[in-house]
């Protein structure tokens, strides 16, 4: 049972990235996602979520606009789309899966799998 994020990297300040979450050894279609992310020297935060169906996002106040969370789930791929990036996006992000069956939400004891984080820089 594994989760694996890719995709991060460096870029410039207004930049894009588009990371993805891909599950292996269970169905990621079964549960929700959520990105969180953590800098150093500070606490994991949440960033957005998707629910089981992909019906049902939420995106924190930091990223609304210009984060968007998608999932394919014939893939069983969850994307995050990342643009206008700034320099305070800089962070590990990692993809998480939660067994909750309806909605979803950005409360890190909810999640069972977590990804091993890829790196994302923003530079100014």
């Known amino acids: 049972v594994q989760l694996q994020a890719s995709g991060g990297g460096l870029v410039q300040a207004g930049g894009s990235l588009r990371l993805s979450c891909v599950a292996s050894?269970?169905?990621?279609?079964?549960?929700?996602v959520g990105w969180f992310r953590q800098a150093p020297g500070k606490e994991r935060e949440g960033v957005l979520c998707?629910?089981?169906?992909?019906?049902?996002?939420y995106y924190a106040d930091s990223v609304k606009g210009r984060f968007t969370i998608s999932r394919d789930n014939a893939k069983s791929t969850v994307y995050l789309q990342m643009n206008r990036l700034k320099p305070e996006d800089t962070a590990v992000y990692y993809c998480?899966?939660?067994?909750?069956?309806?909605?979803?939400?950005?409360?890190?004891?909810?999640?069972?799998?977590w990804g091993q984080g890829t790196q994302v820089t923003v530079s100014s």
């Open positions: 998707i629910s089981v169906g992909g019906g049902s996002t």
């Open positions: 998480a899966a939660d067994p909750s069956r309806y909605g979803c939400f950005l409360e890190g004891g909810l999640y069972d799998f």
């Open positions: 050894g269970f169905t990621l279609d079964d549960y929700a």
